[in-house]
């Protein structure tokens, strides 16, 4: 018989009643090492008291009006990532899936109003993640992700990943955009190299395509920077934002230029959620960590740190691993043995780590998280590795 809730995920045996900083507690009592952070969401940890604070404070002001009318919680988040962004204006969703259909959407709209309604093709790449909707996994085009729900959403073309030869000879007066992660996360923590990423920009301005960076994982200070194509110093004309932008609460959000959301004039998209005072307050209060200077370059140090750690953790145990890869607090490891036996041996351990493709599992622990919670990880990956040897 079915299971109440959806069978749609493969669980693990755990129920997790209470967390905090970078741990969690089972509901038998015991203590996990998270370095997950529900998938690179929890950006400051688990119960942090200024998102506490926040939600808090708003959620006995008023939770919801709708975007019928003006929300001051919306616009001083948005004034925020304006500020601190390449963005002109912001439209917010409640997750990555959300925000990879309206950025499709603006793609397409941007042509059509300049009278170029034949371009319609969003370029992607091999091993991506854009969501689970119909253009999420249509933009992705895994057979993995695809399978069974076809007839797929038309005008996306697929191309290797890092193939910049495949790419030019792609673009054609059909191209509408360029869709891709600046460090690909499901894809199994593969960045793309700065002069990839200025490679894409120069292209991009020299045919006019539009440029569309997926950040929903990598950015919020995952890699040291606010977003991680700043490492490159490029910028694009629209850019998917989620997971950590809400430190745990459902947020997510679109970025974009003046120019690139001309064509998104009133009636042209919506959300009843997106965008509504809980969640907009407490991404108020992400914000003014991950964007000061001195909270990123402490991510940068930690980041450091560990890097390190594990370096030493894949030359202590070559027959499990291979190498460290990834970028900041957005980490992988890829595995000579099964990656799903580590993830298993992990648990065992009382280490939370998350599984990717290419064989890879992710670490991508809290921005804040301690000195000492680091050492703790390496012990217990330590240990998990042992075991799995």
Partial sequence: MISSVLPTYNRAPFSFVKGEGSWLTEADGRRFLDLGAGIAVNALGHAHPDLVAALTEQ?????????????????????????????????????????????????????????????????????????????????????????????????????????????????????????????????????????????LKALAEETGVLLIFDEVQCGMGRTGKLFAHEWASVTPDIMMVAKGIGGGFPLGAVLATEEAASGMTAGTHGSTYGGN????????????????????????????????????LVAAHPTVFEEVRGQGLMLGLKCVVGNAAVVQAGYEAQVITVPAADNVIRLLPALNITDADIAEAITRLDAAATAVA
């Fill in 59 to 199: 959620a006995q002001a008023l939770w919801h009006v709708s975007n019928l009318y003006q929300i001051p919680q919306q616009q001083a988040l948005a004034d925020l990532l304006v500020e601190h962004t390449f963005a002109d204006t912001v439209f917010f969703t409640n997750s990555g899936t959300e925000s990879c259909e309206l950025a499709v959407k603006m793609a397409r709209k941007y042509w059509y109003d300049k009278g170029q309604p034949d371009r319609t093709d969003i370029l992607t790449f091999s091993g991506s993640f854009h969501g689970r909707s119909s253009a999420g996994i249509a933009a992705a085009g895994s057979e993995k992700m695809t399978k069974g729900f076809g007839p797929l959403l038309p005008g996306f073309v697929h191309l290797p990943w890092g193939d910049h030869e495949a790419l030019k000879a792609a673009i054609s007066d059909t191209s509408a955009a360029i869709l891709i992660e600046p460090v690909q996360g499901e894809g199994g923590i593969r960045p793309l190299p700065d002069q990839c990423l200025k490679g």
């Fill in 277 to 312: 005072p809980l969640g907009c307050a407490v991404g108020i209060a992400v914000m003014k960590h991950v964007a000061d200077p001195e909270f990123l370059d402490g991510v940068n140090r930690r980041a450091g740190a560990l890097r390190q750690k594990l370096e030493g």
